[in-house]
């Protein structure tokens, strides 16, 4: 696969932040995701809020599984490390490199096959642990990259493009988040990027586990009668010979509404997202208010959007463990080889 450039020229007139850096910076390839994916406006939500933070980009390690989502830290900060991981693996590489050098801001971004069901035990370790990361799941519904089928997100009684009904519950992985120890979690709509960008800028910051849900519209497998989550397009296919999917390019879905609202944001097929923006005067510091919240508004129809739950005095895993401050491959020899007594005396204190 050919990945296309982008002009490196900059206007001399575009804003700069603390670092003297430019929006353009902290870009990447070009998409080669469908025209109108809610994946790529969320690439830009990154970008956005990685520039107003003023990160440096060699500081950032992004990470990510198999799926589209996986494919978007292509699509933003270049300068950046990036390691593609397996299928579900993500959280246990991403926490290895944290393990092995702690002074990099570790980002995460995987979809909801990729941690909902094959990586969903990596995904519930990697939030008890409390790894220091900012982790961000794309979550559309569906299996975008096999052709759409449910995905463990997708909502009981949803169809599929082909008409079969979804009698499986939806994970919920922001309640999960919440159960398993996240101490930063929150909910987004890739359309509505005045609440998404703070909320990932909030994420960045944070030292813990930090865990965005963010609903992305596909526009290749959701545009049919009983979809929950997203949009679809014309599909035409040659029986005789094989089948082809016809992505047409349409405006990308944004929703703009005022906190404590709920709006309905119709998709191309006529179907309607029910979207709730948390009020300003909803205490994020309960963890069990929020998934009492979520679920009582779920129950309704709805979909809460906004910071659910922050914990003011977060710890991540070098805290618990006590790791270095360095690198660990900024360590030599003696430190990192000890010897036979430092090894005897860890073995007496675990007998």
Not at 1 to 20: F, I, Q, R, S
Not at 292 to 321: K, W
Request: net charge negative.
């Amino acid at each position: 696969m050919t990945y296309l450039t982008k002009p490196k020229l900059h206007h001399p007139d575009l804003p700069v932040n603390a670092l003297g850096l430019t929006r353009r910076d902290y870009e990447g390839t070009i998409s080669t995701l469908c025209a109108g994916c809610g994946h790529d406006s969320i690439s830009a939500a990154i970008i956005q809020a990685s520039w107003e933070l003023a990160i440096e980009p060699h500081r950032v390690a992004k990470l990510s599984g198999i799926g589209c989502s996986s494919k978007t830290p292509t699509y933003f900060l270049d300068k950046s490390h990036g390691f593609n991981s397996v299928h579900g693996r993500m959280p246990s590489v991403l926490t290895g490199a944290s393990l092995a050098n702690r002074e990099l801001l570790y980002l995460g971004v995987s979809g909801d096959g990729d941690s909902a069901s094959i990586g969903l035990g990596q995904f519930a370790h990697a939030m008890r642990r409390g790894v220091n990361m900012t982790y961000i799941v794309e979550n559309n519904g569906v299996y975008g990259l096999t052709k759409g089928q449910f995905s463990a997100t997708a909502d009981r009684g949803s169809k599929s493009k082909r008409g079969a009904v979804n009698t499986d519950e939806g994970i919920d992985l922001a309640i999960l988040a919440l159960q398993l120890g996240a101490t930063y979690v929150a909910r987004g709509f890739s359309g509505d990027k005045a609440q998404l960008v703070p909320l990932i800028k909030g994420a960045l910051s944070h030292p813990g586990a930090a865990f965005l849900d963010v609903i992305s519209p596909c526009v290749a497998f959701n545009n049919h009668d009983g979809s929950t989550r997203s949009y679809d397009y014309v599909r035409h296919h040659n029986e005789a010979v094989n089948a082809l999917d016809v992505i047409t390019v349409h405006r990308e879905i944004t929703a703009a509404y005022e906190p404590g609202t709920v709006t309905e944001v119709r998709q191309h097929d006529g179907s309607l997202l029910r979207l709730r923006k948390l009020s300003d005067e909803y205490d994020s510091s309960s963890r069990i208010s929020a998934m009492s919240y979520v679920q009582s508004h779920y129950a309704r129809g709805e979909i809460v959007t906004g910071l659910l739950y922050v914990e003011a005095d977060a710890v991540d895993l070098h805290e618990h463990l006590g790791t270095t401050l360095a690198p660990l491959n900024s360590l030599g020899e003696k430190e990192l080889c000890p010897g036979s007594a430092a090894l005897e005396k860890i073995n007496a204190s675990l007998r």
